[in-house]
């Protein structure tokens, strides 16, 4: 009996210190209290509406407000959480970031948001470059949340809006081969503009068929501006005392083309 009771102990006692050092490698930590509110960003008013966060593993905890905008939600694991809705579009924090503690603590947040409407300007930055690779990180980083936006807001459709300042181009003068001869032909501005417009439709395009986002979601459109060339002073420790530099301007918009009514209980 003695040699059953001490297997016994020793039984639990591996169990327990199983549980131990399995809650430290894990990393088992204290509830966080995230608590704040959703304000339309356009009137600074509360709303009542549902959301939902996504953790990196793509774990979904869904809230909702009260009619004051607030919420509360017990969240048990640290990470970065995005933020997405059926009607909305979070401006400010597009995500939120749970920290490791071993206490319990109180995050509070005010979300910004603006709604999802036919013509609305969601996005508008400097996506694109005049050299290739001519995608940059930015124009990349848009792409990537329409896909999450397509994902976790399916009622939505794009457009994507190129937008190229022929002003950045002068006429030049370009020499081809036809035949055994060599011609001279002229490039207007328009011309090299539409040039490159062709080069940032096929990367766009490229990019977007690697995450996989639906062709029919989407819609890409071109704009040529006669906007004249901004430059600010430079200085620079050199014998000139200021040099000029081109301002850089937004070239990629992103705007909701459409959406689609899913509310089947209409009539």
């Given at each position: 009996m003695s040699f059953i009771?001490?297997?016994?102990?020793?039984?639990?006692?591996?169990?327990?210190?199983?549980?131990?050092?399995?809650?430290?490698?894990?990393?088992?930590?204290?509830?966080?209290?995230?608590?704040?509110?959703?304000?339309?960003?356009?009137?600074?008013?509360?709303?009542?509406?549902?959301?939902?966060?996504?953790?990196?593993?793509?774990?979904?905890?869904?809230?909702?407000?009260?009619?004051?905008g607030s919420f509360h939600m017990p969240i048990n694991q640290a990470g970065r959480y995005k933020i997405f809705s059926d009607d909305w579009l979070?401006?400010?924090?597009?995500?939120?970031?749970?920290?490791?503690?071993?206490?319990?603590?109180?995050?509070?947040?005010?979300?910004?948001?603006?709604?999802?409407?036919?013509?609305?300007?969601?996005?508008?930055?400097?996506?694109?470059?005049?050299?290739?690779?001519?995608?940059?990180?930015?124009?990349?980083?848009?792409?990537?949340i329409l896909k999450e936006l397509n994902q976790y807001s399916p009622k939505l459709f794009f457009k994507i809006l190129l937008k190229i300042n022929e002003s950045n181009f002068t006429t030049q003068t370009k020499t081809i081969k036809e035949g055994k001869k060599n011609k001279k032909i002229i490039l207007t501005p328009r011309q090299q503009a539409q040039e490159l417009a062709e080069k940032w439709i096929e990367e766009t395009q490229n990019f977007l068929n690697s995450l996989k986002f639906p062709k029919r979601k989407y819609k890409i459109s071109v704009e040529y501006l006669h906007n004249p060339i901004k430059s600010k002073a430079i200085k620079k420790k050199s014998k000139e005392k200021e040099s000029f530099e081109t301002t850089p301007e937004a070239n990629l918009e992103i705007i909701i083309d459409s959406i689609l009514n899913l509310d089947l209980d209409k009539n």
């Open positions: 009771s001490i297997s016994a102990c020793v039984f639990i006692l591996n169990i327990l210190s199983f549980f131990f050092l399995f809650a430290q490698n894990n990393s088992l930590r204290a509830t966080t209290l995230l608590k704040g509110k959703v304000v339309e960003r356009s009137t600074n008013r509360p709303l009542e509406t549902k959301f939902i966060l996504v953790d990196e593993s793509g774990k979904i905890i869904k809230i909702k407000t009260g009619s004051d979070a401006l400010e924090p597009e995500e939120i970031e749970i920290n490791s503690t071993q206490t319990y603590y109180e995050k509070e947040v005010v979300v910004y948001i603006l709604h999802f409407k036919p013509g609305q300007t969601i996005k508008n930055v400097i996506g694109f470059g005049d050299k290739p690779p001519f995608l940059k990180p930015e124009g990349k980083k848009v792409f990537t």
